[in-house]
């Protein structure tokens, strides 16, 4: 069965550094998010992207995150300068149209040092 | 005012037995979707089963079937026949079809980490 693969499964970064977080969305979807959870809390929307722009973001996805879909088949979060409460794991997920489930992959933990 | 409500911050259960995961919502948008997801230890986040606000049957996933009570706003999850390996959190989650201008983000409730006793 097809999925949502992530890459890497963990992330150690310096605060202050930058750090892409890259994830594959199963093959025939057409919608994209992103999601955080911090360690023991509950998953928070970060943004949504479809048809190769964002379509909506949360108050969270300030101006040290943007994503993109460089490729056709990554689509990638990157965070601009990391700080000690970026510490979390991040979730991408999938859904190919409307009223489908969305598919989440594994997730990156990523660690702010 | 919380979407996705939880009141289950951990429940035990004994293998073989069925249990109940509750959720209550709060939405006014008309269409919506109601999801389980399980996490296990590991993190990832596993899809179970999903309702729309619009079937009229409820939801069943082998031993995942979902309790939809529209007019309660419940949207309980029951696990038959509980295994060792189903030990993990479970979330409950909401698309709201109109309220998200179609682009359908998910909303997540707290959690209940289930743990089954051999």
């Known amino acids: 069965e097809p999925e949502v693969t992530q890459t890497p499964s963990h992330q150690v970064t310096q605060m202050g550094q930058e750090v892409i977080l890259r994830c594959v969305p199963i093959?025939?979807?057409?919608?994209f998010y992103w999601y955080r959870q911090i360690l023991g809390q509950k998953v928070e929307f970060l943004v949504s992207f479809y048809n190769n722009e964002i379509s909506e973001k949360s108050e969270i996805f300030d101006d040290q995150f943007s994503v993109e879909r460089p490729d056709g088949s990554n689509f990638t979060l990157k965070i601009r300068s990391t700080k000690l409460e970026d510490s979390a794991m991040y979730f991408c997920?999938?859904?190919?149209?409307?009223?489908?489930?969305?598919?989440f992959g594994d997730g990156t933990r990523l660690s702010i040092l | 005012a919380q979407k996705i409500t939880q009141t289950q911050p951990g429940m035990f259960v004994q293998e073989k037995e069925a249990v109940t995961l509750d959720c209550t919502y709060d939405?006014?948008?008309?269409?919506?979707?109601l999801f389980w997801y399980k996490q296990p230890s590991s993190g990832e986040m596993i899809f179970l089963i999903y309702?729309?606000?619009?079937?009229?049957q409820n939801a069943t996933e082998g031993r995942y079937s979902l309790n939809f009570q529209k007019a309660r706003k419940s949207a309980n999850l029951v696990i038959s026949a509980s295994q060792l390996g189903d030990s993990a959190m479970y979330f409950c989650?909401?698309?709201?079809?109109?309220?998200?201008?179609?682009?359908?983000?998910?909303?997540f409730g707290t959690g209940t980490k289930l743990q089954v006793i051999p």
């Open positions: 997920a999938s859904r190919r149209g409307y009223n489908q489930p969305q598919h």
């Open positions: 939405t006014s948008d008309p269409s919506y979707g």
């Open positions: 309702q729309g606000s619009y079937d009229q």
């Open positions: 093959s025939n979807h057409l919608y």
């Open positions: 989650a909401m698309r709201e079809d109109m309220n998200s201008g179609g682009y359908q983000k998910v909303t």
